[in-house]
């Protein structure tokens, strides 16, 4: 401070009047606003000091808050799932060697409607399809409880045998395989199904339902039972799908109750994103 311009104890800077200190003009401006400059300084690092620990305090909140609004959206909106199997090809690909489809299952729909005839859904399987299903969680009890709560936020899958398949029938409807065409039936009539590409054969008088060596597109015809869907894989000849648990409490059919939701969009990989094309199915 004595080296600054306005130092009080140079001459003249203090007028005295009985003992008191009057401070003149120029240096009462430079006492205030070096005051005002030490405080507004000081003020701000405070300031900064206070924010800086508001985060870290807000912080685990901020955390909290987003695993929670993921569990929801997991839980209730939608999921992404891979597709493992090529019962699907050629809508969605999981062929061994190739970059398995990753697909966004929508959830809200079917808590307001059922699925119909040609949606692709997933569903938990039944337990006559899931004989084979091999759990996904680790042996150690501390890495399986990490995983199911990373299950929880959607950074793990599930541990279930969840299943892909397209909706051929609904409860009530009667189906079955096949007419002179080598078509599936509902309810006696035909479907048109255009998404399916790679079937078992079928030759008229040589290969068909009444032959010696029947068809392995033969089947039914089956009822589906109530508050149930038949599903099937869009490659015929590559899945185990409701033809192959005909002998089963549900006669092959999913129930409602293991729908989980409906197949929109595939994300990954990226040269194949797009909509899953969900025809209905409409007995011609």
């Known amino acids: 401070?004595?080296?600054?311009?306005?130092?009080?104890?140079?001459?003249?800077?203090?007028?005295?009047?009985?003992?008191?200190?009057?401070?003149?003009?120029?240096?009462?401006?430079?006492?205030?606003?070096?005051?005002d400059t030490d405080s507004g300084a000081g003020f701000s690092r405070t300031d900064d000091k206070k924010?800086?620990?508001?985060?870290?305090?807000?912080?685990?909140?901020?955390?909290?808050?987003?695993l929670a609004l993921s569990f929801l959206l997991q839980t209730f909106v939608a999921r992404v799932y891979l597709i493992p199997s090529e019962s699907m090809e050629?809508?969605?690909?999981?062929?061994?060697?190739?970059?398995?489809?990753r697909i966004v299952v929508e959830k809200i729909s079917y808590?307001?409607?059922?699925?119909?005839?040609?949606?692709?859904?997933?569903?938990?399987?039944?337990d006559s399809w899931s004989a084979g299903y091999t759990s996904t969680r680790s042996d150690n009890v501390v890495l399986r409880g990490l995983q199911e709560v990373g299950s929880l936020i959607g950074?793990?899958?599930?541990?279930?045998?969840?299943?892909?398949?397209?909706?051929i029938a609904v409860g009530g409807q009667t189906v079955?395989?096949?007419?002179?065409?080598?078509?599936?039936?509902?309810d006696g009539k035909p479907l048109d199904e255009p998404y399916v590409q790679m079937d078992y054969p079928f030759t008229p008088g040589v290969v068909d339902c009444d032959t010696d060596v029947p068809s392995g597109r033969c089947f039914g015809p089956i009822t589906v039972p109530e508050d149930a869907v038949w599903v099937m894989g869009d490659n015929r000849?590559?899945?185990?799908?409701?033809?192959?648990?005909?002998?089963?409490?549900?006669?092959?059919?999913?129930?409602?109750?293991?729908?989980?939701?409906?197949?929109?969009?595939i994300v990954l990989p990226p040269g194949r994103w797009g909509l899953i094309d969900s025809p209905e199915i409409i007995p011609s």
């Open 1 to 35: 401070m004595a080296d600054s311009p306005h130092d009080p104890a140079g001459p003249g800077a203090h007028r005295y009047r009985d003992d008191a200190v009057v401070p003149n003009d120029r240096t009462s401006g430079a006492h205030h606003r070096r005051e």
């Open 51 to 66: 924010k800086e620990k508001s985060f870290w305090r807000e912080l685990p909140i901020l955390i909290v808050v987003a």
């Open 90 to 101: 050629p809508t969605l690909h999981g062929c061994p060697g190739c970059t398995g489809d």
């Open 176 to 186: 079955e395989c096949c007419d002179d065409q080598g078509r599936v039936l509902v």
């Open 155 to 167: 950074v793990v899958p599930p541990d279930e045998n969840d299943l892909v398949k397209r909706v």
């Open 237 to 265: 000849s590559n899945s185990a799908d409701s033809r192959y648990h005909v002998g089963d409490e549900y006669q092959g059919a999913v129930p409602l109750d293991n729908v989980i939701g409906k197949a929109q969009f």
């Open 111 to 126: 808590r307001f409607s059922e699925p119909r005839p040609g949606d692709v859904i997933v569903f938990k399987g039944p």
